[in-house]
């Protein structure tokens, strides 16, 4: 086995990971290591649209799947991941959503020292380069380039006066001051080019001498003696090769590997460990525990007209002309986040903030991995409750790294959870009762107003919802027995191992995960300097 020695190693170039590369390398005397199992990039990823074709891509994507689970029909669910320099920011929805000041304060108040709302708000600043300027709340400079789906036409019009008609009042920021209505995406998307950390934070830096970016290796184990981590074991080209850290390793491989890795590497619960002839290095109960995600429920309608949606649009030499459209505009289907528009809202008048999350999406799919459209003018309304109860768990189901772990999402097994869903779905019914859609929209076709009950709307999203894509929570940060990283996101009881990415959040953030991620390599990356200066 070949041993190389660094400073510093961060394995998973995603997010968060990505990050760290940057801002760890600004310090020249320190020599880092970043360890990605993906490849360098794909032609795709760097057009918006990409996120419909990187959905199960073979080599750009993880594609896990759930273990079949009675509250969600025993479907196996997809679990796409990004499995490429940039990780999912290279193939996400490029949605750019912080979050509620609440989450963060939930963060603080639950003993995690630096990470409420005005403590983050610094760092959500400094990482973004928001298109409309800066104010006391939102920033420009930063390496993020951050600006509005530029996507117009008839069908946002209706839906603007449709929230008008409902009373909900304009939000110019929904990243500002408050969450709160029916607005227009913003994104990572600038010019038509998608704003991965890939491209935002590691191309600017690549060529630092004090960085080497090795992709193609797949990190097998942290590797642990006494209680200090010294360093990974990774496989590249079918050779293992031992890289070591004098100071220390930073696990940023997401929401579902990185407990996986823990686990791989003898960190966790002991009787799992042993059940797959692992040695316990070390015992922490709380790895892949406290799994939550965003299950969303798609509701799609006819449209009365081809220009309302870009099912029509998409047919003949539609996607010719989209082609060209987006060469020499960088406008049209290409340049499409996921949703050029969502919604914020509250299921319940009694509520301080939103508690669900629609993203209005100008098209209807019909086959969910192929992404193909129907023939008929559709759009599609899918709506997630924010703040997930439910609790799952992803744990290893064999002692190769090769292998997929079990992902239990356990989804819909607490009430909040139904009765937020069950509310969600009622919302989009207003949204599309209103005048202004009536106008425009023809019937609910999927799952279709004959589905009226709550036991009916349920079924039908136990039978159908897929997730956002936003498992979190697995390395959850905090102190007590199911914590696994403390608030400077140190592995609890050993010395040289962090984790930093989505699987440190103690709860889910109010909205899609990517820039809380991202918030969370740049914080991990100025805790790092500070302990280590
Ligand atoms: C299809 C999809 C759509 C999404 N849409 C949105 C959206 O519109 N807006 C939004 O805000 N969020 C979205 N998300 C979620 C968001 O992108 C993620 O929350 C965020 O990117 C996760 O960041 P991370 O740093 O935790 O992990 P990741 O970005 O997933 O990075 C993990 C990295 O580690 C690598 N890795 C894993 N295991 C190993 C190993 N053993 N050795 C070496 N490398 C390894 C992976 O290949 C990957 O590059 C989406 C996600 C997906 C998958």
């Not at 990283?485 to 899609?512: E, Q």
């Amino acid at each position: 086995m070949e041993a190389e020695s660094y400073d510093f190693i961060i394995v998973g170039a995603g997010s968060a990971g990505s990050v760290l590369a940057n801002r760890l390398t600004e310090k020249s005397q320190w020599r880092v290591l970043l360890v990605e199992a993906g490849p360098k990039s794909h032609p795709y990823s760097r057009i918006p649209a990409s996120f419909g074709l990187l959905i199960d891509h073979p080599t750009a994507n993880w594609r896990y799947s759930s273990q079949p689970e009675e509250g969600t029909a025993n479907r196996r669910i997809p679990v796409p991941r990004g499995k490429l320099l940039g990780g999912s920011s290279s193939i996400n929805g490029l949605v750019f959503v912080r979050g509620q000041q609440l989450d963060y304060d939930t963060w603080g108040q639950l003993g995690n020292r630096g990470w409420s709302y005005d403590d983050v708000l610094p760092t959500f600043k400094k990482m973004e380069h928001y298109e409309h300027g800066s104010n006391e709340l939102r920033s420009q400079g930063g390496p993020l380039r951050v600006s509005e789906a530029t996507d117009e036409g008839p069908l946002y019009d209706a839906i603007r006066e449709a929230a008008n008609e409902l009373g909900i009042p304009h939000n110019p920021d929904y990243n500002g001051a408050s969450q709160e209505g029916i607005v227009r995406t913003q994104t990572t998307i600038s010019n038509g080019v998608r704003m991965s950390t890939a491209r935002c934070y590691l191309k600017p830096i690549e060529k630092r001498k004090n960085l080497r970016i090795e992709t193609g290796a797949h990190t097998q184990r942290v590797i642990i003696e006494g209680s200090k981590c010294t360093g990974i074991e990774y496989k590249s080209n079918g050779k293992l090769v031992r890289a070591n850290a004098s100071k220390e390793v930073i696990i940023c491989t997401g929401g579902v590997a990185s407990p996986q890795l823990m686990e791989l590497s003898g960190i966790g619960q002991p009787d799992l460990l042993k059940s797959h002839g692992i040695e316990v290095r070390h015992e922490l109960t709380g790895v892949g525990e406290h799994l939550r995600d965003h299950i969303n429920a798609p509701i799609k309608f006819h449209m009365k007209r081809g220009d309302l949606s870009y099912n029509k649009r998409m047919q003949g030499l539609g996607p010719a002309w989209q082609v060209l459209r987006y060469v020499f505009q960088k406008r049209g289907f290409m340049s499409l986040p996921s949703a050029p528009m969502l919604a914020f809202l509250r299921t319940r008048d009694d509520m301080e903030t939103p508690d669900v999350q629609m993203h209005i999406v100008p098209y209807a799919v019909k086959n969910y991995k192929k992404r193909l459209l129907h023939d008929f003018p559709g759009i599609t309304m899918a709506v997630y409750q924010l703040r997930p109860e439910s609790l799952g768990s992803i744990h290893i189901q064999s002692p190769l790294a090769s292998e997929q772990p079990a992902i239990n999402f356990n989804f819909l097994s607490d009430q909040i959870d139904r009765d937020a869903m069950l509310g969600g779905v009622k919302k989009i019914r207003q949204i599309m009762d209103t005048e202004a859609m009536k106008k425009v929209r023809g019937d609910e076709f999927l799952p279709g107003r004959e589905v009226e009950s709550d036991d009916e709307i349920l079924n039908y999203i136990r039978n159908t919802a897929e997730t956002a894509y936003h498992p979190i929570g697995t390395c959850r940060m905090g102190q007590g027995p199911g914590a696994v990283v403390d608030d400077r996101l140190r592995v609890h009881g050993l010395s040289g191992l962090r984790i930093a990415d989505g699987s440190i959040m103690p709860t889910m953030v109010s909205g899609n995960t990517n820039a809380a991620c991202i918030m969370i390599g740049e914080k991990a990356s100025d805790m790092i300097k500070q302990d280590n200066s």
